[in-house]
């Protein structure tokens, strides 16, 4: 029952010692805030970040053209040779004939321009459409699928897909350095308040001493303090990140600027925003007051 009631007295005493030095701990609440509005941005740009760099792997197709010399038989080979490459996940077969198909449904001009040509006068090539596992490896993959016998031209868009790589992992990286920064941020200015209350009530830590109070029963409402200041300073980023990201989502349709560009809807990472933030917060404010309480309270 003891340890009972040790909990529940801390947790009482957390509370008044955050509306007793209410001016100091609103000012760290709203410090809190706004650093962790920023890790929750940071936090929804990763998610997008990382969505659209799996929306371009899914969609980043190698073209690989058959010399229209080619027998039947040799560009059967050639599918199960890409087939057997490492990197390659799926082959697709388009003939010739499919394609001019789809060019005169899509278009009347080229419907005028291809009618003219039947199977055997066909200008268009025989294609395989190919997906890969890593994007990083594309450029090798098309290198050893242009060394195989009657290919004649593989294309990918070559430069353009490994910059847009290179792009999304430095943005990956820097919100993650960010992260781990406002992260940090966070602690120190948990630390400096446990710190300062710890400091404003000296006298009375002193007297909690010479009555014979134990170190448990004087740390642990420091502690409790640390994690209610933390708590408190991710209702407000929680509030402006969900309905804020909801809201920008909704505006812009689902999209940044193209089609291309996809924003994750908001049902399936706001759950997540709020368990980070809150985790981060509350974490932080624990480990905060810990480094105070182990630093400035010397029992």
């Known amino acids: 029952m003891k340890p009972i009631r040790i909990f529940f007295r801390s947790i ?68 199960k040779t890409i087939n057997n490459i490492a990197n390659v996940t799926e082959v697709y077969f388009q003939s010739k004939q499919d394609i001019k198909a789809d060019m005169e449904a899509e278009s009347d001009t080229f419907e005028a321009i291809l009618k003219e040509y039947d199977a055997e006068t066909n200008p268009l090539q025989d294609t395989y459409l190919v997906k890969v596992s890593d994007i990083e490896k594309i450029g090798d993959t098309a290198k050893e699928i242009k060394k195989i016998e009657k290919v004649e031209l593989v294309k990918y868009g070559e430069g353009m897909v490994e910059e847009l790589v290179n792009i999304f992992d430095i943005v990956k990286n820097i919100t993650y350095i960010v992260v781990v920064a406002l992260i940090v941020v966070t602690a120190f200015l948990i630390s400096n308040t446990i710190k300062i ?14 009555v014979g109070a134990s170190n448990s029963y004087i740390k642990i409402p420091f502690f409790f303090e640390g994690i209610i200041l933390g708590f408190l300073g991710t209702v407000l980023p929680i509030l402006i990140c969900c309905f804020g990201y909801a809201y920008l ?17 908001p049902d399936l990472i706001i759950y997540n925003i709020v368990l980070i933030t809150l985790l981060i917060g509350v974490v932080v404010g624990a480990l905060g007051s810990y480094r105070a309480v182990r630093r400035h309270l010397k029992i």
């Open 249 to 265: 989502y909704d505006i812009l349709g689902g999209k940044l600027f193209t089609e291309i560009i996809k924003l994750v809807n």
């Open 12 to 79: 009482s005493e957390a509370f008044k010692s955050v509306f007793r030095n209410f001016s100091l701990s609103l000012a760290s609440i709203s410090c809190i805030s706004i650093t962790l509005i920023l890790v929750a941005v940071s936090v929804i740009l990763s998610y997008n970040v990382n969505s659209f760099t799996s929306d371009i792997e899914k969609d980043v197709t190698i073209v690989v053209f058959v010399d229209n010399t080619a027998t039947s038989e040799e560009s059967d080979l050639i599918g």
């Open 197 to 210: 209350t710890i400091q404003n009530r000296k006298r009375e830590i002193e007297i909690m001493r010479l």
